[in-house]
């Protein structure tokens, strides 16, 4: 059984920072590349962060330079720390692990609000 369990959302001042976390299970995660998604109250779900893989990374040009995604194959997770947050960053935020079929996780909330 596939499952992709993410955590580290809640609320952060702006500015704040938090690094969410996407552990794998049932899956080969090494060949797997890795998705970081987010979905805002009527709006789409948007690709923000993903890493392949062989470890090459790609962005969303609004998160560019404020979040970075990595990975540990040994713990079978990945991760996305986001900086200097902003209201905007406010979603709910999703793993998908991405190869010859795809998975999702349930999603975490984060919300930027003073």
């Known amino acids: 059984q596939v499952q992709l369990v993410e955590s580290g959302g809640g609320l952060v001042q702006p500015g704040g920072s938090l690094r969410l976390s996407c552990a794998a299970s049932?899956?080969?995660?090494?060949?797997?590349?890795m998705e970081w998604y987010r979905q805002a109250p009527g709006k789409q779900r948007e690709l923000v962060a993903a890493i392949t893989s062989g470890g090459s990374t790609g962005y969303a040009e609004s998160v560019k330079g404020r979040f970075l995604v990595s990975r540990d194959n040994a713990k079978n997770t990945v991760y996305l720390q986001m900086n200097s947050l902003k209201s905007e960053d406010t979603a709910v935020y999703y793993c998908k692990a991405n190869a010859f079929r795809a998975y999702w996780g349930q999603g975490t909330q984060v919300t930027v609000s003073s």
């Open positions: 049932g899956i080969t995660f090494r060949v797997y590349t």
